[in-house]
Nanobody
Framework: QVQLLESGGGLVQAGGSLRLSCAAT????????MAWFRQAPGKDREFVAA????????DYSDSVKGRFTISRDNAKNTVTLQMNTLKPEDTAVYYC?????????????????WGQGTQVTVSS
């Protein structure tokens, strides 16, 4: 069982940066593939980024590639999403997710545990 708690959301102007963190409980955090998803009002949940157990493999959606960076610290049970050059279209609730599988997947149903989400708002 893993519990996830996101933090770091807020309001930022376009072009600015935010750093989201996800703190996980449980002794087996390092065995989970971790990911970030987001959901904007009126839209479907969207994959943002994923990272492998050891952090050596990452995957990004085309919309954030080159602007966002996902990382993890298994000693601290945390996964982080550094978001730079934010755009108004990045406005959404951002969710941290954990999967017991080893593959980096972009489908939400592949993930077993979810956080409550943190709001990110980018003003133009």
């Amino acid at each position: 069982q893993v519990q996830l708690l996101e933090s770091g959301g807020g309001l930022v102007q376009a072009g600015g940066s935010l750093r989201l963190s996800c703190a996980a409980t449980g002794r087996t955090f390092s065995s989970y593939t971790m990911a970030w998803f987001r959901q904007a009002p009126g839209k479907d949940r969207e994959f943002v980024a994923a990272i492998s157990w050891g952090g050596g493999v990452t995957d990004y959606s085309d919309s954030v590639k080159g602007r966002f960076t996902i990382s993890r610290d298994n000693a601290k049970n945390t996964v982080t999403l550094q978001m730079n050059t934010l755009k108004p279209e990045d406005t959404a609730v951002y969710y941290c997710a954990a999967s017991k599988g080893s593959l980096l997947r972009r489908i939400g149903n592949s993930y077993d545990y979810w956080g409550q989400g943190t709001q990110v708002t980018v003003s133009s």
